[in-house]
């Protein structure tokens, strides 16, 4: 079982940075592709970055691409999301995901474990 918190989110003004973190518990996490998703009220929940066990391999939304980084220290059982020039609608509940197998995944029904969201809200 892998518990994940999510941390670090928060109310910014538009072109403003965050960094979120996602602490994992347990000793399997180096091996774990980790994720982040997030849903904004009313729509579906949407892949936002993915990053693979190692951290060679990343994959992002093209709506963050550029904006956003995707980072792991596997020491310290975190995976984090920088955040940069933010826009309203980045607004939603940011969502950390592990998936057990080592293949990167956009979809959230591959991944096994969740967090329990933070919310980010970006003003105009």
């Known amino acids: 079982q892998v518990q994940l918190v999510e941390s670090g989110g928060g109310l910014v003004q538009a072109g403003g940075s965050l960094r979120l973190s996602c602490a994992a518990s347990g000793r399997t996490f180096s091996s774990y592709v980790m994720g982040w998703f997030r849903q904004a009220p009313g729509k579906e929940r949407e892949f936002v970055a993915a990053?693979?066990?190692?951290?060679?391999?990343?994959y992002y939304a093209d709506s963050v691409k550029g904006r956003f980084t995707i980072s792991r220290d596997n020491a310290k059982n975190t995976v984090y999301l920088q955040m940069n020039s933010l826009k309203p609608e980045d607004t939603a509940v940011y969502y950390c995901a592990a998936r057990v197998y080592r293949t990167i995944a956009t979809r959230g029904g591959s991944y096994d474990y969740w967090g329990q969201g933070t919310q980010v809200t970006v003003s105009s």
């Open positions: 990053i693979s066990a190692s951290g060679d391999n990343i």
